[in-house]
């Protein structure tokens, strides 16, 4: 199995034609520590903005 078909890129928010450079070994070592980008940023939008909504709640 290739590391495309292991870890699809494309969660970690790269496109179709971005080509790994490394070794098979190395993306999945790599690929098995990193963070999905786009969902790391829907999280911490989420977040500001329950934390805002929290704050106009305590000052009405």
């Given at each position: 199995?290739?590391?495309e078909t292991c870890y699809p890129i494309r969660c970690f928010g790269y496109t179709d034609t971005f080509?790994?450079?490394v070794s098979n070994t190395q993306a999945y070592k790599l690929f098995s520590?990193?963070?999905v980008v786009p969902l790391v940023e829907y999280a911490a939008k989420l977040m500001v903005s329950q934390h805002?909504?929290?704050e106009k709640a305590q000052t009405v």
């Amino acid at each position: 199995m290739t590391s495309e078909t292991c870890y699809p890129i494309r969660c970690f928010g790269y496109t179709d034609t971005f080509r790994i450079p490394v070794s098979n070994t190395q993306a999945y070592k790599l690929f098995s520590q990193a963070s999905v980008v786009p969902l790391v940023e829907y999280a911490a939008k989420l977040m500001v903005s329950q934390h805002n909504l929290g704050e106009k709640a305590q000052t009405v």
